[in-house]
């Protein structure tokens, strides 16, 4: 069992729809990252969070700390929005080493 | 700054041969990670440097792998005696580790596709 579920695994929305992805976590963290892999490798780090809420143009990430869940909001998708999402925590410690969920891949139809 | 730079980006080699991979983290960037994703998964943690020192490895990492990072700026990746599980992507992280507690920004590199065949 992952450390950290990220749901749905797959996702295909049309244009326009408001868009959902959560991550559950299994102890308690130092920080939450929501991470966007495009096809070919690349990360893309979009959000850092400890608590609350964090807003970036058409991103909203949010988080619960004491539900241990986290949700990305993504509002007017649009079909460049079509990536990989990826949820990784930072237990803290020395390192600070991020562990991964396994990604929702996300297609955004025209 | 050009951000995180790995390279060769792909790399195919024959079962056997030994390959290594470079990454040049942001310049001012204390911390540096290796990771391997493989293909549907996330990706995996491999090994820590903060400045030249590497701090942690994971036990993914056989002894047909060697990290360095020697003078505490960029950082090699070396995998003897490849394997065909060996193949994956191998990604590099950086970050400025300003308190050893707390969260950072993690900037990833491209990543270094490896294919043993």
Known sequence: KNEVEQSPQNLTAQEGEFITINCSYSVGISALHWLQQHPGGGIVSLFMLSSGKKKHGRLIATINIQEKHSSLHITASHPRDSAVYICAVNYGGATNKLIFGTGTLLAVQP | ????????????????????????????????????????????????????????????????????????????????????????????ASSLGDSLYSGNTIYFGEGSWLTVV
Request: proline share 4%; aromatic share 10%.
């Open chain 2, 1 to 92: 700054d050009t951000g995180v730079s790995q390279n060769p980006r792909h790399k195919i080699t024959k079962r056997g041969q030994n390959v290594t991979f470079r990454c040049d983290p942001i310049s001012e960037h204390n911390r540096l990670y290796w990771y391997r994703q493989t293909l549907g998964q996330g990706p995996e943690f491999l090994t820590y440097f903060q400045n030249e020192a590497q701090l942690e490895k994971s036990r993914l990492l056989s002894d047909r792998f060697s990290a360095e990072r020697p003078k505490g700026s960029f950082s090699t990746l070396e995998i003897q005696r490849t394997e065909q599980g060996d193949s994956a992507m191998y990604l590099c």
